[in-house]
């Protein structure tokens, strides 16, 4: 017997667009990922998964992660030429209801529900206080930030565009660092560094400012090089590493996150011993007078494979209630 779906879940980044079925049981299946850039519109791999999984039957939910701001039930994609709307999709895939929630939003949702060999912790152990906000961020083709507000009545999401915020600089090198960054896109926002893209800028910035010629083709290169003993890539990946803590410390600040930091996004998954031994802890905690209020607070790496997913099935199981 062929199991009932209760709805559509998809994560929709800048490279990749997962979507998967939510049985009866809230169990996530069929998930199959397409790569975004070979398709002209999010309705084409929708309506390509619908077929190959439903065939002419339909699902009554969707609920669907993006990477970008949704205003008014519509996203226009930062890293994509494309345009969605609620009522476009209610209107072609005949859904009952249907929602598009920011993709880091929905990682948010989905940080209580992550244990065991989901998470990687970064320093200390620690416990944060279960009614306490949280906050998720990582790097990918953009850098992405969302918080969680919980309290008895459940938890809410915050949607933010955290990664266009400015970057600050923490040392002298990193004062030059911006300044070249400046020179090549006026201002320097958190994701023109803590990108794959400024990784690979990042590297051929070091180069500069070391005197010495960056020889390697992309971020991929980079990562490659650094496991492999490369001096200049190592520095520009552990640089990266660095300037990642202390964002994230910024943003426990910001957000009063004492329940806890996770780290997510499509590159720090890939070089977990190398974040874990980096000054990543020590920069998260470098916070001055409030040094001792990032002591306390919990910090691990997302390697659940599409935790997006998850936080997309629990909103979409929230809908089923209301």
């Known amino acids: 017997m062929k199991p009932s779906y209760t709805g559509l879940v998809g994560d929709v980044g800048g490279t990749n667009a997962r979507f998967a079925l939510i049985d009866a049981e809230g169990r996530v299946r069929n998930l199959h990922i397409y790569p975004s850039a070979n398709y002209s519109s999010l309705n084409d791999i929708i309506a390509d998964y619908l077929e190959r999984t439903m065939g002419r039957k339909r699902v009554p939910r969707a609920v669907i992660a993006v990477a970008g701001p949704v205003v008014d039930g519509e996203i226009e994609f930062t890293n994509l030429d494309w345009q969605v709307s609620e009522g476009d999709l ?67 999401a915050v949607a933010t565009e955290g990664g266009h915020a400015a970057f600050a600089p923490s040392d002298d090198l ?110 998260f905690e470098a916070k001055g007078r409030l040094s001792s209020y990032l002591q306390q607070i919990p910090t691990s790496l997302v390697v659940h494979p599409y935790p997006a997913i998850i936080g997309a099935a629990r909103e979409l199981s929230m809908m089923e209630r209301m």
């Open 90 to 156: 209610l209107a072609q895939f005949e859904f009952e209801a249907v929602k598009l929630i920011n993709d880091f939003a929905a990682q948010a949702l989905a940080c209580p529900m992550l244990t065991g060999e989901a998470l990687k912790v970064l320093g200390p152990p620690r416990r944060g206080p279960p009614d306490c906000p949280m906050v998720v961020l990582g790097a990918g083709t953009g850098f992405g930030v969302a918080g969680l507000a919980r309290s008895d009545r459940g938890d809410v």
């Open 174 to 283: 990193e004062v030059e660092i911006w300044s070249q960054f400046r020179t090549i896109h006026g201002r320097v926002s958190i994701e023109r560094i803590l990108s794959g893209r400024g990784l690979f800028e990042l590297y051929g910035v070091m180069g500069k400012l070391r005197q010495m010629e960056p020889h390697l083709a992309d971020e991929k290169a980079v990562f490659e090089a650094a496991s492999k003993g490369d001096v200049l890539a190592a520095e520009a990946v552990d640089r990266f590493c660095a300037i990642l803590g202390s964002v994230a410390g910024d943003l426990a600040l910001s957000f009063g996150a004492r329940g806890g930091v996770f780290i997510s996004g499509g590159i720090a998954p890939r070089m977990v011993e190398r974040l874990a031994a980096s000054e990543f802890r020590a920069r």
